[in-house]
């Protein structure tokens, strides 16, 4: 398997514009997350979905985030308009099953710079 | 709530020496505790987790921890450190009905 795919790798924006990053889980998982890494919060939860369904969305920071999952294949993380506190490393994970308890496995992450 | 503790953002330790990377946790119900390892530019790859059978656990690279319910630890040892464990290793937590919560990381140094 080639284990959870993201895209792009790196991204550079500037501020005000719309970003979009996508994310493949690997076959057969029915979880997907997606985590931002920084330095100041470390790693935090964005949000959860479990068979295409958000399930815990409490951890995206406000409206300018949305997240979706139109199928078991991909999903995007979107932030409109971004702004320069959004620049982080953004994480992929899938797990087999449904809850956190299950190994997530993650992604290469994209990082993301908003100038 | 829960939580995890991560003492000591770097440890540096001499090739061939023992890794000891410290979690204490902090849950007042019985935890899924986890172990992940993080190498430059890539995502986080699961060392090993503790779900309540052993409490020592085995994982991969030569790793283990040890679940310590009276002192709340479960700290990460390698008898002998390579190169190649030079990364940044993060303890994670989770009980039933919470989300998991990963500490806040220990950047791992092997000197020749």
């Known amino acids: 398997d080639a284990g959870v795919i993201q895209s792009p790798r790196h991204e550079v924006t500037e501020m005000g514009q719309e970003v979009t990053l996508r994310c493949k889980p690997i076959?057969?998982?029915?979880?997907l997350f997606w985590y931002r890494q920084t330095m100041m919060r470390g790693l935090e939860l964005l949000i959860y979905f479990n068979n295409n369904v958000p399930i815990d969305d409490s951890g995206m920071p406000e409206d300018r985030f949305s997240a979706k999952m139109p199928n078991a294949s991909f999903s995007t993380l979107k932030i409109q308009p971004s702004e320069p506190r959004d620049s982080a490393v953004y994480f992929c994970?899938?797990?087999?099953?449904?809850?956190?308890?299950?190994?997530?496995?993650f992604g290469p992450g994209t990082r993301l710079t908003v100038l | 709530a829960q939580s995890v503790t991560q003492l000591g953002s770097h440890v540096s330790v001499s090739e061939g020496a023992l890794v000891l990377l410290r979690c204490n946790y902090s849950?007042?119900?019985?935890?899924?505790l986890f172990w992940y390892v993080q190498y430059p530019n890539q995502g986080l790859q699961l060392l090993l987790k503790?779900?309540?059978?052993?409490?020592l656990v085995k994982g991969i690279n030569g790793f283990e921890a040890e679940f310590k319910k009276s002192e709340t630890s479960f700290h990460l040892t390698k008898p002998s450190a390579h190169m190649s464990d030079a990364a940044e290793y993060f303890c994670a937590v989770i009980t039933s009905g919470s989300r998991l919560t990963f500490g806040e990381g220990t950047q791992l140094t092997v000197n020749p």
């Open positions: 503790y779900t309540s059978a052993a409490t």
């Open positions: 076959s057969g998982h029915n979880s």
């Open positions: 994970a899938s797990s087999l099953d449904w809850g956190y308890t299950d190994t997530q496995y």
């Open positions: 849950s007042s119900v019985p935890p899924y």
